[in-house]
């Protein structure tokens, strides 16, 4: 429920109470004296979706935009007349000058958002390289990103030229400061005693999961901005959806960084590729969200130009994401290629190992170790296949092995393949 209070412009009072009436609502009314331009200050409950029609049908009575208006939450109502108006205006939307305030309110003054997104990144980038989990998640609740996407989209939508553009400048500029941070950062701690010696970002789990972007990444995406501009509109979770959106966004971002603080070009562009898509997923999401579920400019005649603005708007969001797909499609690719590779060599090994009548020989398969990335396979590396083998001491190795691997695996998968095999004495007692 919502509680509205408006102040009556001299010579409205009775259209707007008219009005009021015609509407079955409620409402109290004092006198104005406190400044000429007034006569009175009414106050009414209307449910959240109700707040948008009626106060449209009050600015038609007069009371025009200059004109205070109030719109806030009760703690709560007790009435049974309260029912009436929650059947006719039934629904969760929040009202359009609502919804406007809420983007406001979630993208904080640029001070305030840099000094929190700097942060954020300091912390995020600290929990890649510690592969921990728990830190990143941390970081995420910091990282003020869900306000300046939602802005973009509800001011492109309501016609609000000078929030869309807060917002898409919030969101790029903040992004880019992101990846800076994370460089600097980078190039400051890799030669000291922080990290391990000769450390290879790309073997870190946390780091190597933002530079094998697919098609599942866009998902999240897709699924954090529908999430956030649901949660603006039904004020529930919006908070827990930030983080959402954070992650999406924030660790690609500490991981670009991090691959140029190490000269990788390969970490820096799949990951900034990874942080590109989100970006324009979760916008492209939200405002088509926002857009079927009826938000509209106040003014009718603007109502053409924000449709043509997010007609405009999506087409290119989503091209762009089709045109970047195709590296998430060539990663996606190349990691299935390369994970049916290491399964399939491994499976082949044992075969041949079961066949061979090593066993019988007292040679025994200890472990099977395939180096085989999805860089490799579009970089057209070979892979490589390390077996290790154990053998009583005293026992004579069978010759070739390393060839007769090679051979097998090159005609059972197709692929010319690169194969160290390497041997364990041990020694029993009887």
Partial sequence: MRIVQVLIPNGKREPVLALLDEENIDYAVWEETGRRDFEALVQFPVPPIGVEP?????????????????????????????????KRYSGKRIAREELTARAEELAPATSTFFAF?????????????????????????????????????????????????????????????????????????????LVAPGLDIREVPQIAERTSPNFLSLFLALGSGLAGALSIMRNAGSALV??????????????????????????????????????????????????ISGYRPMEVTAVGSARSAVIVRSVTLVVAIAILSIVLGLVTYSTYQSNLFEQQAKQEIKLMYEESGY?????????????????????????????????????????????????????????????RVGFVESQQTA
Avoid at 75 to 84: F, H, K, L
Avoid at 400 to 412: F, M, N, P, Q, Y
């Fill in 359 to 419: 066993a019988g020989q007292g040679v025994i398969l200890s472990n099977i170790n395939v180096e085989y990335r999805p860089a490799d396979l579009l970089l057209d590396n070979p892979p490589i296949v390390t077996v290790i083998m154990g053998y009583q001491a005293g026992q004579v190795i069978p010759p070739d092995i390393a060839s007769r691997v090679d051979e097998h695996l090159t005609s059972a998968t197709g692929r010319d393949v690169r194969v």
């Fill in 242 to 291: 930030g983080v959402a959106i954070a992650v999406a966004l924030i660790p690609p971002a500490a991981t670009a960084g991090l691959g140029i603080a190490w000269g990788l070009p390969g970490v820096a562009v799949t990951a900034s590729v990874l942080v590109l898509v989100n970006l324009l997923a979760i916008n492209v999401s939200a405002l088509i969200l926002f857009w």
């Fill in 54 to 86: 009626v106060l449209d049908k009050l600015r038609k009575a007069g009371v025009s935009r200059d004109t205070y208006t109030i719109v806030y939450s009760p703690e709560m109502v007790v009435s049974t007349r309260i029912e009436a108006l929650e």
């Fill in 117 to 193: 997104l700097i942060l954020s990144t300091i912390i995020a980038t600290g929990g890649l390289l510690l592969d921990s989990a728990a830190t990143i998640i941390g970081a995420m609740v910091v990282a003020p990103l869900m306000g300046p996407a939602v802005s973009a989209s509800v001011g492109t939508v309501l016609d609000n030229r000078e929030l869309a553009s807060r917002g898409i400048m919030l969101q790029v500029t903040g992004l880019l400061a992101a990846i800076a941070v994370a460089a600097v950062i980078g190039i400051i701690i890799q030669n000291t005693i």
